[in-house]
Structures are given as C-alpha cells and as structure tokens.
C-alpha cells in the first residue's frame, strides 16, 4: 500500500438520517464518479464485497488503484485520486438526495 497517509473516514458514509447508505447506493456512486473523471474502471458487486473488507473508504480506492491501475501512479498519487473520487462520489449522493 502507498506509504503516503490516507485521512480514515468512516466504513459507511451516513445519508441525511445518520443510516448507513446501502451498498447497492454507494456503488453507483463510485460508478458515477468513475465516469464523471472520465476513469475507466467500474466496479461491479463482486469487487465492491471484497473493498468493503478494507475499512476506511479512502483505502479502499488507493486499494484498488494499487493492485488494478498502477499505471493511473505513474502521474498521480494514490491519496490524491482517493480523494478526488471520495469527494466525487459524494457530490453524486448529494445531487441524488442521499446527503445534505
């Protein structure tokens, strides 16, 4: 993993009603921010299950970038791109109503 700190966020982000979002919901917002970077990866349910087992949401994506598109570290870096989708996809949720 990039030795460079990830600020941890929560496992779930919480909608307006401090529930935890479904997955199924913050998946299509990864997805959705994924295409609104113009990245091309998509993750289905599958890859979503086994990111889940990483606790901070951050990690995850550094996670993922690591291990699928190294090429993507060669011009940035991993704590940069975790960020950039994490505030991302939280745009979406917020755009959809799930956050205020």
Known sequence: MNQIQIERQPAATLGHDNQPLSRATQL????AAFIELGLRFRWDEAMYEWLCGIECEKERVARYIEEHHTHL????????LSQLIFDKKNEY????????
């Open 28 to 31: 299509a917002a990864y997805n």
């Open 93 to 100: 949720l917020r755009a959809v109503g799930h956050l205020n």
């Open 73 to 80: 570290l060669k011009a940035y870096d991993a704590a940069f």
